[in-house]
T-cell receptor, first 114, second 108 residues
Framework: DTEVTQTPKHLVMGMTNKKSLKCEQH?????MYWYKQKAKKPPELMFV???????INESVPSRFSPECPNSSLLNLHLHALQPEDSALYLC?????????????FGEGSRLTVL | GQSLEQPSEVTAVEGAIVQINCTYQ??????LSWYQQHDGGAPTFLSY????GLEETGRFSSFLSRSDSYGYLLLQELQMKDSASYFC?????????FGQGTELSVKP
């Protein structure tokens, strides 16, 4: 199994809603990432988890709250988002020690904030 | 920090060869990676250069010159399905930092 699975694929939420994005991988990878991508832009790193511990937070607003319940799962909890947070949210994983920098990405969750 | 520069757009015809350049400025260098992303899809890893020289994987090749802080992705025998965005990327500690991306359009 070489897949990273993200759900939901599409999400529309209001600014007062609370929702969660989910990511799952069964490749035994111990590093998992959340990236945000706007149209025609590169993926921007948000968070990195290494061995289920948050190792990097790229100064992301607190309305985004990551969680890593176990080595296969990664969640991103969303609360009180702004319309400018509308984007494609990509989850990725790798072995952490891979020198090639190869990340395995999911298909993403496309978020629209109204 | 890191910065990477690549052309924003490239257009080529089917069957042709195209080269996408990437120049980088880094405080520490661990190699250059390339990713492909089709519209609406996930980025997928194409290649990695840790040392100077050319790496070939089928129709795609990637080159690195560390002394020039420069690399390129070479796509041969272009096909319509190669129309996509191509990102160069470098590692910075535990992070992968992407260039702004080059949108490749392949015309019939």
């Amino acid at each position: 199994d070489t897949e990273v699975t993200q759900t939901p694929k599409h999400l529309v939420m209001g600014m007062t809603n609370k929702k969660s994005l989910k990511c799952e991988q069964h490749m035994g990878h111990r590093a998992m990432y959340w990236y945000k991508q706007k149209a025609k832009k590169p993926p921007e790193l948000m968070f990195v988890y290494s061995y289920e511990k948050l190792s990097i937070n790229e100064s992301v607003p607190s309305r985004f709250s990551p969680e890593c319940p176990n080595s296969s799962l990664l969640n991103l909890h969303l609360h009180a988002l702004q319309p400018e947070d509308s984007a494609l949210y990509l989850c990725a994983s790798n072995t952490r020690l891979a020198p090639t920098g190869e990340l395995f990405f999911g298909e993403g969750s496309r978020l629209t904030v109204l | 920090g890191q910065s990477l520069e690549q052309p924003s757009e490239v257009t080529a015809v089917e069957g042709a060869i195209v080269q996408i350049n990437c120049t980088y400025q880094t405080s520490g260098f661990y190699g250059l990676s390339w990713y492909q992303q089709h519209d609406g899809g996930a980025p997928t890893f194409l290649s990695y250069n840790g040392l100077d020289g050319l790496e070939e994987t089928g129709r795609f090749s990637s080159f690195l010159s560390r002394s020039d802080s420069y690399g390129y992705l070479l796509l041969q025998e272009l096909q319509m399905k190669d129309s996509a965005s191509y990102f160069c990327a470098v590692r910075e500690g535990g992070k992968l930092i992407f260039g702004q991306g080059t949108e490749l359009s392949v015309k019939p």
